[in-house]
């Protein structure tokens, strides 16, 4: 159902919009935001195991709900509730400098870690101790992209539906199979004890990407273990994994982002994989 009027920037919808920015609010209600077309979008067309419709609500502006009609209907036809808002309502609401017009309510959607490991993973990025959501968010998306079966997020990590978190992802937090809370040493076993080789990448690992590759070692299931950008990977986390990679710089740069150098592994393992004979998905264009 929807709204011909813009809705208050008083009205309960909006305020209980507005609190799902505090964490303690989202994990209370199991509800996060998706901001911007391509987020709603891929929330419109999710569906939990249960096959519950992930969106719950859709807050849209009129001039955004003209030019994404199909993804404004969408959401009518899913069940989610639509609701007209003007510019000002949708300030209140987002958490962006510039409003793209179409804000999301949504359940939470991670996956229990128990059943990323049932489903028997072949390419898995484990996050652990990476704080800041921007880059917890584009790592998922580059595992989405390298065909990646899951991502971890253990304990020591940023809030995975942390509003920069989701718009960092660009809709790849809808795509895949996403567990969160897990301590480390907990992913690392239960990883370990589904078939996958556990590597982690830190640029003072004694093993080099390019020496793994050549020597045919990275055919195989793999999990990767990203750590903060400032400081990596502590000394306990790095062994717990059964090698510990660093990217080779061959020119003058000091290091890698995090993000980068998770792209650079993860592709590195899908490939690896593909020439192994494992079964990586790729979306032709």
């Keep these: 159902m929807g709204t011909d ?9 909006v305020a209980a919009a507005r609190r799902l920015v505090r964490r303690n609010v989202r994990a209370k209600e199991r509800r996060f935001l998706a901001e911007g077309p391509q987020a709603v979008r891929e929330a419109v067309g999710h569906r939990d195991a249960d096959g519950r419709p992930t969106l719950v609500e859709l807050f849209t502006t009129a001039e955004a709900a003209e030019r994404h009609a199909d993804v404004v209907e969408a959401a009518r036809a899913a069940g989610a509730r639509v609701l007209t808002a003007s510019d000002a309502t949708m300030a209140e609401i987002s958490q962006t400098v510039t409003p793209q017009g179409l804000i999301g309510v949504c359940h939470f959607l991670d996956t229990p870690f128990a059943d990323v490991l049932a489903a028997r993973p072949r390419l898995v990025a484990v996050l652990a ?37 989701v718009r960092a992802s660009v809709g790849s937090l809808f795509h895949l199979p996403v567990a969160v809370g897990v301590p480390v040493e907990d992913a690392v076993h239960g990883l370990r004890e589904a078939g ?41 986390t790095r062994a717990l994994a059964d090698e510990v990679v660093r990217v080779p710089i061959h020119g003058r740069a000091e290091s890698l982002n995090l993000a980068t150098a998770a792209a650079v592994c993860l592709y590195a393992s899908a490939r690896a994989q593909r020439a192994a004979g494992g079964c990586r998905s790729v979306t032709s264009t």
């Design 5 to 13: 009027e813009p809705i208050s920037p008083r009205n309960p919808r």
């Design 196 to 236: 996958l080789r556990v590597l982690a990448a830190d640029g003072a690992g004694e093993s080099d990407l390019d020496d793994e590759l050549d020597r045919g070692a990275m055919g195989g299931p793999t999990a990767w273990i990203f750590g903060n950008e400032a400081w990596g990977l502590p000394a306990e």
């Design 129 to 165: 101790h990476v704080r800041d959501p921007g880059n917890a968010g584009t790592v998922l998306r580059c595992a989405d992209a390298a065909g990646a079966d899951a991502v971890v997020l253990t304990d020591a990590s940023v809030d995975l539906y942390n509003p920069k978190s």
